[in-house]
């Protein structure tokens, strides 16, 4: 069995992170490529950072068995437990920050 976290490009946050990336590029010429952000999330120093799509994740794990794709977002702190599991259920679905891929051997 194996299971991946991937970055969701559809996520709210990489769509606002990518959106920023791009008015500050505009005040800023000199700040890398906007397509770039998911990297520089992980830090400077990260080598590669790539948001996918379920599609792009099924094309990837085709060979794979019992293909299984969720959408979940962090646990935040700052919020109570009751709004995060509001998040969970309501808003992650549609806009989770991870896509969770879980699929059994080719």
């Given at each position: 069995?194996?299971?991946?976290?991937?970055?969701?490009?559809?996520?709210?946050?990489?769509?606002?992170?990518i959106?920023?990336?791009?008015?500050?590029?505009?005040l800023?010429?000199?700040?890398?490529?906007?397509?770039?952000?998911?990297?520089?999330?992980?830090?400077?120093?990260?080598?590669?950072g790539?948001?996918?799509?379920?599609r792009?994740?099924?094309?990837m794990?085709?060979?794979?068995?019992?293909?299984?794709?969720?959408?979940v977002?962090?646990?935040?702190?700052?919020?109570?437990?009751f709004?995060?599991?509001?998040?969970?259920?309501?808003?992650?679905?549609?806009?989770?920050?991870?896509?969770?891929?879980?699929?059994?051997?080719?």
């Amino acid at each position: 069995r194996i299971i991946i976290m991937l970055y969701h490009r559809a996520s709210m946050h990489v769509r606002v992170g990518i959106w920023y990336a791009r008015m500050a590029k505009r005040l800023r010429p000199n700040l890398a490529p906007t397509d770039d952000w998911v990297r520089q999330y992980d830090g400077e120093d990260n080598p590669l950072g790539k948001a996918y799509t379920r599609r792009e994740i099924g094309s990837m794990f085709q060979r794979f068995t019992d293909l299984r794709i969720t959408t979940v977002d962090p646990y935040r702190r700052r919020l109570s437990p009751f709004m995060n599991a509001v998040n969970q259920r309501l808003f992650a679905p549609w806009w989770g920050f991870w896509l969770v891929m879980k699929a059994g051997r080719p």
